[in-house]
């Protein structure tokens, strides 16, 4: 195991597995840093296609694609980019297609950054409007059983889930000054 790989919290680790697992092909997202070891895993396995988005909207439906494709995708997000997808989420009830997004948390805890607020105090209230079930890991203990719980309600019961994960478990985030 590299030092890099021993810096990565185990909750990280556990939801590539779970993926990895869940034999997806695709995983959908714009890049964060909260998703920043999911994003590096899925780069490095040959088996697996990482999709870059403009936007997270895009992510829906390429994760539907996805599936009308016979294969399994994931979209990757934070929450300032659910308000981004809520006109789409609409073609996910319309289909019934199954759904799974891991969305990472900003506009809570110690957040500096008050753009991130409004959309990050809205955002579980926001994906259940549009009939999304909402799962939350606030403790790193958590993480791997909500994933792997949320997978199974998407991809074996075609239900529209997303784990939201918390910015107190992800960490604080600084302006840096250079």
Not at 3 to 27: H, N, R
Not at 162 to 175: C, D, E, H, N, T
Request: proline fraction near 4%.
């Amino acid at each position: 195991m590299s030092s890099t790989e021993m810096q990565v919290p185990a909750w990280q680790q556990e939801i590539f597995q779970v993926l990895k697992e869940g034999g997806v092909k695709q995983v959908a997202y714009v890049p964060d840093a909260g998703h920043s070891h999911v994003i590096r895993s899925v780069i490095a396995d040959p088996e697996i296609d990482d999709v870059v988005l403009t936007t997270e909207e895009e992510g829906v439906a390429v994760v539907s694609g996805a599936w009308l494709g016979g294969q399994r995708a994931v979209l990757l997000m934070q929450s300032s980019g659910v308000g981004n997808c809520v006109n789409m989420f609409s073609l996910l009830s319309s289909c019934r297609f199954p759904f799974f997004t891991l969305v990472t948390m900003r506009g809570e805890y110690a957040e500096f950054n008050p753009w991130q607020g409004p959309m990050g105090k809205q955002t579980q209230a926001a994906l259940e409007l549009m009939g999304i079930t909402v799962l939350r890991a606030d403790d790193p203990e958590q993480v791997g059983e909500l994933v792997s719980a949320g997978f199974d309600a998407a991809f074996e019961a075609g239900e529209r889930v997303a784990v939201l994960l918390s910015q107190s478990l992800i960490g604080r985030k600084k302006w840096e000054r250079k």
